[in-house]
T-cell receptor
Framework: GAGVSQSPRYKVAKRGQDVALRCDPISGHVSLFWYQQALGQGPEFLTYFQNEAQLDKSGLPSDRFFAERPEGSVSTLKIQRTQQEDSAVYLC????????????FGPGTRLTVL | GQNIDQPTEMTATEGAIVQINCTYQTSGFNGLFWYQQHAGEAPTFLSYNVLDGLEEKGRFSSFLSRSKGYSYLLLKELQMKDSASYLCAVSVNNAGNMLTFGGGTRLMVKP
């Protein structure tokens, strides 16, 4: 496809459930980022991949959050034992990894934890 | 740490000009981006500044002063479709040039 895609677009989970959010970056993009966006706020960095290597996960809020990109393309963000405070939009972005390259964002997955 | 401030909301009239300011304090500065985000949609790229000065692109211009930690986005000839959130983001030289975002400015354009 032409852009970054994410699925599902909407996810409702009961507290304590595990969820998996998928990101398909633009083909050939080396860098992949996950951000969390609370309602009415700007996105906040969660984690970064360069190809299949997770080079920074300093933004993950707890050890319940786990991300992977095993073949250097598609990435999955997994949240275990979801809590209400995990409710947010999860944005994925990809770029060519050159210094001034813009990040291209997907439409996000809106997660609601009841 | 990083600190980026921008106004929460602004209102302007169709056809007018509006300036959205952004101030930042950061280390490892690699440049400043402006993104537009309509409700429920992905942020889309508007502009990138790494050197001081004004970058113009159609109805949109962006200015940067690195010494002052200051940027603004200027929107001319406002249209109703410009009603959206405008995100100021600083690129820092770690984590693959990750972006640190401000809280966003919600712009409402009125007829």
């Amino acid at each position: 496809g032409a852009g970054v895609s994410q699925s599902p677009r909407y996810k409702v989970a009961k507290r304590g459930q595990d969820v998996a959010l998928r990101c398909d970056p633009i083909s050939g993009h080396v860098s992949l980022f996950w951000y969390q966006q609370a309602l009415g706020q700007g996105p906040e960095f969660l984690t970064y991949f360069q190809n299949e290597a997770q080079l920074d996960k300093s933004g993950l809020p707890s050890d319940r959050f786990f991300a992977e990109r095993p073949e250097g393309s598609v990435s999955t963000l997994k949240i275990q034992r979801t809590q209400q405070e995990d409710s947010a939009v999860y944005l994925c972005a990809s770029s060519l990894a050159r210094l001034a390259d813009e990040q291209f964002f997907g439409p996000g997955t809106r997660l609601t934890v009841l | 740490g990083q600190n980026i401030d921008q106004p929460t909301e602004m209102t302007a009239t169709e056809g007018a000009i509006v300036q959205i300011n952004c101030t930042y304090q950061t280390s490892g500065f690699n440049g400043l981006f402006w993104y537009q985000q309509h409700a429920g949609e992905a942020p889309t790229f508007l502009s990138y500044n790494v050197l001081d000065g004004l970058e113009e692109k159609g109805r949109f211009s962006s200015f940067l002063s690195r010494s002052k930690g200051y940027s603004y986005l200027l929107l001319k000839e406002l249209q109703m479709k410009d009603s959206a959130s405008y995100l100021c983001a600083v690129s820092v030289n770690n984590a693959g040039n990750m972006l640190t975002f401000g809280g966003g400015t919600r712009l409402m354009v009125k007829p």
